[in-house]
């Protein structure tokens, strides 16, 4: 069964810093594309960064690009995205989402949530002005 947990959320002051995990099941190996997503009320889903099973490439949403970095760690079955320069416009729940191989590719530079197929449950992110 695929499992994906997020965890590493918090309150922080405009400013600081956050790092988010996010630990997914076997099923989930380096051939999927994984992606991190945020969300708050009101709004839509929000592509924040994905990163690429092929070559390793990343891509960063414009309002994180420079602040923002995805990584994995496939040996520990682990992707993470680093937040620096917090703002309070990043306030959201974060959601690590994977599309496994067996599916159609997913838009690398235009991060559509309904190409994910497996999502955490997600984990909150609050950033204080």
């Known amino acids: 069964q695929v499992q994906l947990v997020e965890s590493g959320g918090g309150s922080v002051q405009a400013g600081g810093s956050l790092k988010l995990a996010c630990i997914y099941s076997?099923?989930?190996?380096?051939?999927?594309?994984m992606a991190w997503f945020r969300q708050v009320p009101v709004k839509e889903r929000e592509g924040v960064a994905s990163?690429?099973?092929?070559?390793?490439?990343?891509y960063d949403a414009d309002s994180v690009k420079g602040r923002f970095t995805i990584s994995q760690d496939n040996a520990e079955n682990t992707l993470y995205l680093q937040m620096d320069s917090l703002k309070p416009d990043d306030t959201g729940m974060y959601y690590c989402?994977?599309?496994?191989?067996?599916?159609?590719?997913?838009?690398?530079?235009?991060?559509?949530?309904?190409?994910?197929?497996?999502w955490g449950q997600g984990t909150q992110v609050t950033v204080s002005s």
């Open positions: 989402a994977a599309a496994p191989p067996s599916g159609p590719p997913p838009h690398m530079c235009d991060l559509r949530s309904d190409e994910y197929p497996f």
């Open positions: 076997v099923d989930i190996d380096s051939t999927a594309y």
């Open positions: 990163i690429s099973p092929d070559n390793g490439a990343t």
